[in-house]
């Protein structure tokens, strides 16, 4: 089983959180990319709930990795 996932989405300010458990915890820093950070690569797993929150696969914050061979879904 895998486990519960946590998606933290900042855009113009800061971001503090706490986890309690054993979670992976995802931060996209849209600022930080604005300012030329690389996207988010997110795991294939995301993807059916990523629907309506960026545009996929053409996002500038975000992209759904390929499994092993992780490049973005527009390429």
Known sequence: MSKPKVLIIVH????????MGDVDVVL????????????VELDPEWAPYMKGVYD????????IG??????PISD
């Not at 996929?56 to 992209?63: A, D, N």
């Open 66 to 71: 390929q499994g092993d061979e992780a490049r």
């Open 56 to 63: 996929l696969p053409h996002s500038k914050y975000v992209y």
């Open 28 to 39: 996209v820093d849209e600022d930080n990319i604005d300012a030329g950070d690389p996207r």
């Open 12 to 19: 113009g300010g800061v971001a503090e959180y706490l986890c």
